[in-house]
T-cell receptor, first 114, second 114 residues
Framework: GEEVAQTPKHLVRGEGQKAKLYCAPI?????VFWYQQVLKNEFKFLIS????????ETGMPKERFSAKCLPNSPCSLEIQATKLEDSAVYFC????????????FGQGTRLTVV | DQQVKQNSPSLSVQEGRISILNCDYTNSMFDYFLWYKKYPAEGPTFLISISSIKDKNEDGRFTVFLNKSAKHLSLHIVPSQPGDSAVYFC?????????????FGTGTRLTIIP
């Protein structure tokens, strides 16, 4: 597709439940990024992929968070045993290739942990 | 440790006038700088970028200036239009932009007054 598609748009989970977010990057884009935006402002980098391979996971919390990008499937970000502090908007972005500055963002998934 | 700073949380400008949004950074390894625009409930949209080898880049009503020695960049919008009302994020990347993560500032909310 011509846009980064994120589902669902909103997700509500009770504390301790699992949350799974999906992202379909733009067709032909090699790189996928996940960012977490808390308090409406600060974007925190979580993880990036080059095709199916983890490229940079320096922002991923060591526990409870995992992500995958498998062939012919949307990428996913999974949070096990959600906590109140995981409430945020999670954005996925994709870019074509190296030396291409424009990363295209999806509309985000708002996760609310209650 | 906020490596990219936008010190003005908000800015109001009369329609037709110039809007100037500022951004400072601390990490001298940053090599590429981008501006994104964000409307509520949407993902950030790429506006304009600049490489550290340049001091100015222009695209229509948008111009970005980079002062590398001062570690400062600014976005000029001339003339400002009501549709420019949004939150603007400054972002920075290392030299391998496209596959590197972006480090974002906390954003400046621009309001254009008709």
């Amino acid at each position: 597709g011509e846009e980064v598609a994120q589902t669902p748009k909103h997700l509500v989970r009770g504390e301790g439940q699992k949350a799974k977010l999906y992202c379909a990057p733009i067709k032909g884009h090699s790189y996928v990024f996940w960012y977490q935006q808390v308090l409406k402002n600060e974007f925190k980098f979580l993880i990036s992929f080059q095709n199916e391979n983890v490229f940079d996971e320096t922002g991923m919390p060591k526990e409870r968070f995992s992500a995958k990008c498998l062939p012919n499937s949307p990428c996913s970000l999974e949070i096990q045993a959600t906590k109140l502090e995981d409430s945020a908007v999670y954005f996925c972005a994709s870019s074509r290739q190296d030396r291409d500055p424009e990363a295209f963002f999806g509309q985000g998934t708002r996760l609310t942990v209650v | 440790d906020q490596q990219v700073k936008q010190n003005s949380p908000s800015l109001s400008v009369q329609e037709g006038r110039i809007s100037i949004l500022n951004c400072d950074y601390t990490n001298s390894m940053f090599d590429y700088f981008l501006w994104y625009k964000k409307y509520p409930a949407e993902g950030p949209t790429f506006l304009i970028s600049i490489s550290s080898i340049k001091d100015k880049n222009e695209d229509g009503r948008f111009t970005v200036f980079l002062n590398k020695s001062a570690k400062h960049l600014s976005l000029h919008i001339v003339p400002s239009q009501p549709g420019d009302s949004a939150v603007y994020f400054c972002a920075a990347s290392g030299p391998n932009f496209g596959n590197e993560k972006l480090t974002f500032g906390t954003g400046t909310r621009l309001t254009i007054i008709p």
